[in-house]
């Protein structure tokens, strides 16, 4: 019934363009406005998903979703990592626009309690959508800052960026939570304060002997003690770094206060499912936005019971597979509540992949199928290509796929024209509408050319016309082979000694070299140089498009600030459980 009404409403549009109505992508879609269920992952690869090739990994559920829906293969993010990537899907615009990257090597924000964030000042489509009547809602991981000045002025909270309900992780789920190996900061502080301990030990047993043989003159017994304070301090710092960390940013908020400090993070899949369970349930009458921002499948993998040992690769497939089934849950919630045709459904990852998550032979972070590079990795197109896939019965083809280069960007003007609402004109939105290229009645995306930024740096850009072209103007250097990556680091650098500037620039053409194996040159192609040219022209018009804006991942913004640390008791017993409570 639904399908037929759209099918008229289609043949109604068909006509008026006929009799010469001049048709506008901004124009309101047909039928009621549909509910927006919002499905990112986080760090999952391309490689990772049956629809997407991989015969081994079990993911009925987004691949179903694909089945029933528009699979695109060229999706990508608009950064490697988390931060800027989730910063640019939610204004619709390049992390740089918004100052959300960093020029000195801070590749996300640092810490719950840094002073940087998204920027009052952005408008995100849950800002938009909210002001059409959507009741918003985001459930998981935010990574986008909290506070500027005060540690409940939450600036740059999720409901000061248009949700109306927010249940989640404020800052990312990491190593860290769980005290895991791969540990991002826990592993860094300890020895840097292992190395403060033993140099004020040193200096304390040279004050001590140099008082016992008066041969240091200025040694007394008050700076003994003071020395041996100091050295005191440092050393139970360095036993507790660890559970400082887990205080400080593994923690859950509902809304504007903390629910559980630290979080058990075994919990965290169920309490999840049960809140989108219930925020459908609460809204089922629509229209509703809710983004769904999963903590799967980043480092620690924290995986239940019921999924560990099931599937052929190891924690990471298992998590893999756990998050399969949560969206299936979440797919099963909207069908029992009636809402599946009434609902657009997208699902995602932030970016691809981390090669660097390895331990030994075990191999932790996501596979970026024949994509070279990963995580971290802004021009290669295993750091950006990313799972795309949108589901709509009646409205949108059942089981087409796509290969039009398309950007997460382009979700902002997709959803804000579907709510009825206008993209904001007073600045530059890069994403584009994605409606028309979804239902096939546009053969090509509106993207002649994308940027592809590793931090503030541009790093490649691609040219879509008959060929996709990618050039390189810097890469990082890495190991393809082996070991992962810049194994040893958490990703490889954007700027510094370990990067190659290339000049020429590389040049692929990945419609017959998907893979980047194979650099181009004058001799092998003979529009070599035009194609550089074209797109140095492009790059260079880009460039003029740019504001100039304070920089959010820099030191400045970018340090822990004890004063804004969120805490739920008294400071520094932040320790709380409140959906421990019946609610
Ligand atoms: C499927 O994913 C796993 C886990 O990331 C990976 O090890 C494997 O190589 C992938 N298989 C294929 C055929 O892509």
Redesign the pocket.
């Known amino acids: 019934m639904l399908r037929l009404e759209h099918s008229w409403s289609w043949l109604a549009l068909a006509l008026a363009v006929l009799l010469g109505a001049k048709p506008s992508a901004c124009g309101p879609p047909p039928g009621p406005r549909p509910n927006i269920l919002l499905l990112m992952a986080d760090d999952l690869?391309i490689?990772?998903v049956g629809c997407y090739?991989?015969?081994?990994?079990r993911t009925p559920n987004i691949d179903r979703l694909a089945a029933d829906g528009v699979r695109l293969t060229q999706h990508l993010a608009a950064a490697p990592l988390c931060t800027p990537s989730r910063a640019a899907f939610l204004t619709g615009r390049y992390p740089l626009r918004s100052g959300m990257v960093s020029s000195q090597g801070l590749r996300v924000l640092q810490w719950t309690a840094v002073s940087g964030g998204l920027p009052p000042s952005e408008i995100t489509f849950a800002k938009i959508l909210k002001a059409k009547g959507y009741t918003t809602g985001l459930i998981g991981k935010w990574h986008l800052g909290l506070s500027c000045a005060s540690p409940d002025d939450h600036c740059h909270h999720p409901l000061n960026h248009g949700f109306d309900h927010f249940y989640g992780m404020p800052f990312s789920m990491m190593a860290d939570c769980e005290r895991w190996e791969l540990s991002e900061k826990r592993a860094v502080l300890e020895s840097r304060l292992d190395v403060c301990f033993q140099l004020v030990a040193l200096a304390t047993l040279t004050l001590t002997i140099g008082k016992l043989t008066h041969l240091i003159p200025g040694a007394s017994w008050t700076l003994v003690i003071w020395s041996a304070v100091v050295c005191l301090l440092l050393f139970a710092t360095s036993c507790l770094v660890g559970a400082l960390i887990m205080h400080a940013d593994c923690f859950l908020m509902r809304n504007h206060s903390i629910a559980e400090q630290p979080m058990r993070s075994q919990r965290t899949t169920p309490l999840m499912l049960q809140e989108v369970s219930s925020f459908v349930k609460r809204h089922k009458q629509g229209p509703f936005l809710l983004f769904v921002s999963f903590l799967h499948v980043h480092t620690p993998l924290v995986t239940t019971e019921n999924f560990r040992g099931r599937s052929p690769?190891g924690l990471?497939?298992d998590n893999?597979e756990e998050m399969d089934w949560m969206v299936g849950q979440i797919l099963e919630t909207l069908d029992t509540e009636g809402l599946t045709n009434s609902t657009l459904v997208y699902f995602t990852s932030d970016h691809g992949?981390s090669l660097e998550a390895r331990f030994g032979n075990n191999?932790y972070g996501?596979?970026n199928?024949i994509y070279k590079g990963g995580k971290g990795m802004a021009g290669w197109e295993g750091g950006i290509r990313v799972p795309g896939i949108f589901r709509w019965p009646g409205v949108l083809p059942a089981g087409r796929v796509i290969h039009e280069p398309t950007s997460l960007m382009d979700i902002f003007p997709t959803v804000v024209h579907l709510a009825g609402g206008q993209v904001p004109q007073d600045r530059v939105v890069d994403g584009r509408d994605l409606l028309a290229l979804l239902q096939g009645t546009a053969r090509h995306s509106d993207h002649e050319f994308l940027m592809h930024y590793c931090e503030s740096f541009l790093h490649a850009a691609r040219w879509h016309q008959r060929d996709l072209w990618k050039v390189h103007f810097t890469t990082p250097i890495f190991q393809p082979d082996g070991a992962g990556a810049c194994y040893g680091q958490i990703v490889c650098p954007c700027s510094g000694n370990r990067v190659t500037h290339h000049a020429p620039p590389l040049l692929f053409d990945l419609s017959r070299d998907p893979s980047e194996a194979h650099a181009l040159t004058p001799d092998t192609e003979p529009s070599f140089h035009q194609v550089v040219e074209t797109v140095a022209r492009a790059v260079a018009a880009h460039r003029q498009t740019l504001i100039p804006v304070p920089l959010q991942l820099d030191a400045a913004d970018n340090t822990w600030k004890p004063w804004l640390q969120p805490c739920c008791g008294r400071f520094p017993f932040c320790w709380c459980d409140r959906d421990a409570d019946p609610r």
């Open positions: 690869g490689g990772d090739g991989n015969t081994t990994i690769h990471y497939g893999t992949g191999q996501g596979w199928g």
